[in-house]
């Protein structure tokens, strides 16, 4: 197979013929990669079909994948090979442009997280999805992975009454690209890119409360955000009260000082004891789940490895089932405003 070599019409059959689902990807960057390998492991026979505005990704994609299909565009993917999903994995900026005009398709859709770069973006994805009767899936993938098995545990009162959660996300790299970097593009820094994750798991793990932000600060190379510039933060820290009682702490950075690769933790006091989910040894893919009793550490359940596919793996599941609309996926319209708030709170006027 020649990888940068376009499909013909006939080189996929139409849904009617199929006896597999066909998924086309666009944007193939690390994420996007990733999923398609994550997809190709769990889905047997299914088509695989990408597209990005850079050549050499079509070909990287094409070595990774040799059956994979390459497209030249979004809209010839749609057009020519007419998948039955899609996942869309391009800057931030063109979310919102890229689920809409599958969806006008009448195609469901998994999205790289955030949705949109703003509670308005969120919505209007979200009510679209909704009105067309149509999957969406996010790439929350932390829920995922085994912070789910904490959950039974809070139920279970054996932490007693939760306390306080603490919660940080510090990157000593961050991103490579250079549109991260801008507001316009990503709709903020650190927080819209690794807090958004802590301020989900916090929302599943509580069964979705009412979130209050008090106070927001955040910086970009040590010196404030304001409301005129396009830089984003590259360190942040918030206050928040979820279900009008309980004070939630979140902190994340790119490009500090965490000692290794990664410092994630997810950290909620009881008046029993703990439940504390943290990357393993400074790493981005290795992750326990504990409960802690005094001076003691109990482990619950570990992940290691291809687990940051979890996300796209639930939402193929949920799709061999059913195509309709998920009301889960409303959700994120709240993640979104939490979002907006801190940015909101933390950006000098």
């Not at 067309?132 to 085994?146: H, K």
Request: hydrophobic residues 40%; charged residues 20%.
């Amino acid at each position: 197979m020649e990888t940068t070599a376009l499909p013909q019409k006939d080189d996929v059959k139409s849904p009617a013929t199929r006896h597999a689902p066909a998924i086309g990807f666009v944007g193939l960057g690390h994420i996007g990669l990733s999923r398609m390998e994550m997809l190709a492991r769990i889905s047997g026979k299914s088509i695989l079909m990408a597209t990005d505005v850079i050549p050499e990704r079509l070909k990287q994609a094409a070595g990774v994948l040799p059956d994979v299909i390459i497209y030249p565009s979004f809209d010839d993917l749609l057009a020519k090979g007419k998948p039955d999903a899609v996942v869309i994995s391009t800057p931030n900026s063109m979310h919102a442009a890229h689920c809409q005009r599958a969806m006008e398709e009448g195609i469901p859709v998994f999205c790289q997280k955030p949705l949109g770069r703003n509670t308005g973006e969120t919505s209007s994805i979200i009510e679209m999805a909704q009105s067309r009767n149509l999957l969406l899936g996010i790439d929350f993938t932390y829920r995922y992975a085994c912070f789910s098995s904490l959950k039974p545990l809070l139920e279970s009162g054996e932490i007693g009454k939760p306390v306080a959660i603490e919660m940080c996300f510090h990157n000593a790299y961050g991103p490579d690209k250079n549109w991260f970097y801008h507001r316009s593009s990503a709709g903020g820094g650190c927080v819209i890119d690794l807090g958004i994750h802590l301020i989900d798991m916090m929302l599943w793990l509580l069964d979705y409360p009412g979130v209050e932000v008090i106070a927001s600060m955040m910086s970009s190379k040590g010196k404030p955000l304001t409301a005129e510039g396009q830089e984003v933060e590259d360190f942040a820290l918030a206050l928040l009260c979820a279900g009008g009682n309980l004070p939630v702490s979140l902190t994340c950075s790119w490009h500090s000082s965490p000692g290794a690769g990664a410092d994630f933790s997810f950290h909620l006091h009881g008046t029993l004891g703990a439940l504390s989910f943290r990357n393993k040894g400074g790493s981005f893919y290795d992750f326990e789940a504990v409960r802690l009793h005094g001076d003691k550490t109990i482990p619950v359940s570990e992940e290691t490895g291809i687990w940051g596919g979890s996300a796209i793996a639930h939402w193929f599941r949920k799709l061999g089932e059913s195509a309709a609309f998920d009301p889960g996926s409303i959700r994120a319209v709240q993640v979104a405003e939490i979002v907006d708030e801190i940015y909101r709170k933390g950006i000098s006027h």
